[in-house]
């Protein structure tokens, strides 16, 4: 079974400063997709960035990156240079591979509610 | 990516009573998952729809309790049955085309 830690409930940190959201993950699989999710308050889930477990660099997109430590199942989202507007809910979230070889749905952590302060 | 287009949005329903939930993909899918977010908690899979065949549902979710139709590969409904309190949640759909997963805004229902 897979498994997401994310073992910080919330966090506050104040505007421009970087912040890291820690991730830690368990599965049994050798293929596998990990991702981050931002949910703010309106309650939709907006896509950040994904590491492949074969992936040999770790993942950007644009102020997001993810420290991709495999050795210790570690997927950490970094947010550089934090603004206001990153204030929300973030997700971890594991995709597997079901017996047919397709995606199968996905495994989420707690989540951490970040709040960035002016 | 995909664009998903789930209603209803929001409703308020009595105990008892069913809801039925849909989601439009704008492109043909595979398969379609549909996911529960009780208030302050994270997301679960519920159960993921393929198209022609029956729904797989996780662990602790029944078919008798949320019944799942997947008539084509753009379009799938998942039904709230029975509902108690309990139930009050938000349920998305998801899809996933190869180049990531796309949610629903997303469905909060209140039952009372």
């Known amino acids: 079974a897979q498994k997401i830690t994310q073992t910080q409930p919330g966090m506050f940190v104040q505007e421009k400063e970087a912040v890291t959201l820690d991730c830690t993950y368990d599965?049994?699989?050798?293929?596998?997709?990990l991702f981050w999710y931002k949910q703010p308050s309106s309650g939709e889930m907006i896509f950040l960035i994904y590491?492949?477990?074969?992936?040999?660099q770790n993942a950007t997109e644009g102020r997001y990156s993810l420290n991709f430590q495999k050795a210790r199942k570690s997927a950490n989202l970094v947010i550089s240079a934090s603004q206001l507007g990153d204030s929300a809910m973030y997700f971890c979230?594991?995709?597997?591979?079901?017996?047919?070889?397709?995606?199968?749905?996905?495994?989420f952590g707690k989540g951490t509610h970040l709040i960035i302060q002016p | 990516s995909a664009v998903i287009s789930q209603k209803p949005s929001r409703d308020i329903c009595q105990r008892g009573t069913s809801l039925t939930i849909q989601c439009q993909v704008d492109?043909?899918?595979?398969?379609m998952f549909w996911y529960r977010q009780q208030p302050g908690q994270s997301l679960t899979l519920i159960a993921t729809?393929?198209?022609?065949?029956?729904?797989?549902?996780e662990s602790g979710f029944v078919i008798d309790k949320f019944p799942i139709s997947r008539p084509n590969l753009t379009f799938s409904t998942l039904t709230v049955s029975n509902m108690s309190p309990e139930d009050s949640s938000i349920y998305l759909c998801?899809?996933?085309?190869?180049?990531?997963?796309?949610f629903g805004s997303g469905t909060r229902l209140t039952v009372v």
């Open positions: 998801s899809v996933n085309r190869g180049d990531g997963y796309t």
């Open positions: 599965t049994s699989d050798p293929s596998y997709g």
């Open positions: 590491q492949g477990s074969y992936d040999q």
């Open positions: 979230a594991m995709r597997g591979v079901n017996s047919g070889g397709g995606a199968d749905g996905l495994t």
């Open positions: 492109s043909q899918v595979t398969m």
């Open positions: 729809a393929n198209q022609g065949s029956e729904a797989t549902y």
